[in-house]
């Protein structure tokens, strides 16, 4: 069973900083894909970021110039630099992983396994 465990998540200002991180459980870490979701009150899950295994990444037009994604294989980890925060950017943020799955092919019905979530709150 793969466990992923974010976090990282808080209250900052609009313009601010955060960096979230994800530990995933699985010794093939490696291997994969992951990916970066959100979810804000009210509306549905959506993607924000992806990086495959050799470190390739492909974000949403939304974060492309303020987030950055990035992997730690050593640590198994996988990191959602956030800059530049906006009130819009407040959701749920959520780890993921797919086995099968690309970068290019990462959505929010598509996933594997899920983490159980970090709050990111931008206040105006």
């Known amino acids: 069973q793969v466990q992923l465990v974010e976090s990282g998540g808080g209250l900052v200002q609009a313009g601010g900083s955060l960096r979230l991180s994800c530990v995933a459980s699985?010794?093939?870490?490696?291997?994969?894909?992951m990916g970066w979701f959100r979810q804000a009150p009210g509306k549905e899950r959506e993607f924000v970021a992806a990086?495959?295994?050799?470190?390739?990444?492909r974000r949403a037009d939304s974060v492309k110039d303020r987030f950055t994604i990035s992997r730690d294989n050593a640590k198994n980890t996988v990191y959602l630099q956030m800059n530049s925060l906006k009130p819009e950017d407040t959701a749920v943020y959520y780890c993921?992983?797919?086995?099968?799955?690309?970068?290019?092919?990462?959505?929010?019905?598509?996933?594997?396994?899920w983490g159980k979530g970090t709050l990111v709150t931008v206040s105006s």
């Open positions: 993921a992983y797919d086995a099968g799955g690309t970068i290019a092919s990462m959505t929010p019905d598509g996933m594997d396994y």
């Open positions: 990086i495959s295994w050799s470190g390739s990444t």
């Open positions: 699985m010794r093939t870490f490696s291997n994969y894909a």
